[in-house]
């Protein structure tokens, strides 16, 4: 199991970046020496040491470009992201991987001691992220794109199968007559669930086929496959209690934001332009000719982007 980073930024931008050693970086000159330098504060070689004693598994260009978003992000969102609010979410996602919590850690190169800090970083990168994607994102324009296909809560029995032939045959035997329907909901009762358009635990092709659903039908044998294994599941569906959303979009505002908010996370070419907005806004430079491509992605992705709207 891997440990699921709040942060977008590590997880996307940065793999394939070089790793360059900590020998490389200090020859023939100080501590003291400047890497990078920024609006108010700088990252010198003894810095990077201190570094890399925290998190001994990081390639080094990872350790600096945390250290510069922790000094960067901290500046506007150090306020709203206090050391309770890191302590409660190290908290909860302890809890959530419970005796797996240490071997997660340590798949990602983390102890317990270095996670509350890199939590800190992932909550700082986050925080400058929602901030933009809510001065930006939630235009009228953008709204009305997520309403086109925003479809609201509806509750069915949505029941997995792993073959395509057990799940015909189930569905031959909840259509067959009432005891057939009945026999189905009993032994399926925890798959009865409540979900809308931007639930992510049911594949799209099920939500398609759901939301067609008039109350008591069965959908067809649905196949939906997982990006991540390429594998396919078969499910059926029945709907208990199906909803139309409307005309009125306002009612939904809430929720149509949510879904650009989520669009917006998942977005990497988007991450990249807000991470470089701040990067420029601080006037971070790189001094050290042995990472002077530190950031080149973000400026790359962020040109690209620009040049295609």
């Known amino acids: 199991m891997k440990l699921k980073k709040l942060g977008l930024v590590i997880a996307t931008v940065f793999a394939g970046a070089a790793l360059v050693t900590l020998t490389g970086c200090s020859s023939n000159s100080s501590t003291d020496k400047d890497i990078i330098t920024m609006k108010g504060d700088t990252i010198r070689v003894s810095d990077l040491y201190k570094e890399a004693k925290d998190f001994p598994s990081m390639p080094t260009t990872t350790l600096l470009q945390n250290l510069t978003f922790d000094k960067i992000f901290s500046k506007d969102f150090g306020k709203e992201v ?4 890191v302590a409660a ?5 302890k809890s959530q991987y419970g005796e797996q919590f240490s071997s997660a850690l340590q798949q ?3 102890t317990e001691a ?3 800090p890199y939590m800190r970083t992932q909550m700082l990168e986050q925080a400058a992220i929602e901030h933009e994607i809510k001065a930006t994102q939630y235009t009228d324009a953008n709204l009305k794109k997520a309403w086109a296909t925003y479809h609201p809560d ?4 949505v029941v997995a199968e792993t073959s395509k032939d057990a799940a015909t045959k189930a569905l031959e035997a909840a259509k067959k007559d009432d005891a057939g329907k009945a026999a189905f909901e009993k032994t399926n009762a925890a798959s009865k669930m409540t979900f809308n358009s931007t639930t992510t635990t049911v594949p799209a092709a099920v939500q398609t086929a759901a939301f067609k659903l008039k109350n008591g039908e069965f959908s067809d044998v649905i196949e ?3 990006s991540s294994t390429g594998s396919s599941s078969y499910y059926l569906v029945e709907m208990v209690k199906t909803s139309d ?3 009125d979009m306002n009612k939904y505002k809430k929720e149509l934001k949510a879904v650009i908010k989520s669009e917006k996370e998942q977005d990497s070419t988007y991450v990249a332009g807000v991470i470089s907005k701040y990067l420029k806004k601080n006037n971070v430079t ?11 992605q973000f400026t790359a992705t962020s040109s690209t982007s620009s040049s295609t709207k």
Do not use: R
Request: glycine share 6%; proline share 0%; no cysteine.
């Open 245 to 247: 959303k409307g005309t």
């Open 286 to 296: 790189v001094k050290e000719t042995a990472f002077s491509s530190l950031f080149s």
């Open 224 to 226: 939906a496959t997982n």
């Open 108 to 110: 990602q190169g983390l």
């Open 89 to 93: 979410q190290v908290k909860k996602i």
């Open 82 to 85: 206090t050391d309770k609010d």
């Open 154 to 157: 509806v509750t069915a029995y």
């Open 114 to 116: 270095s996670f509350t």
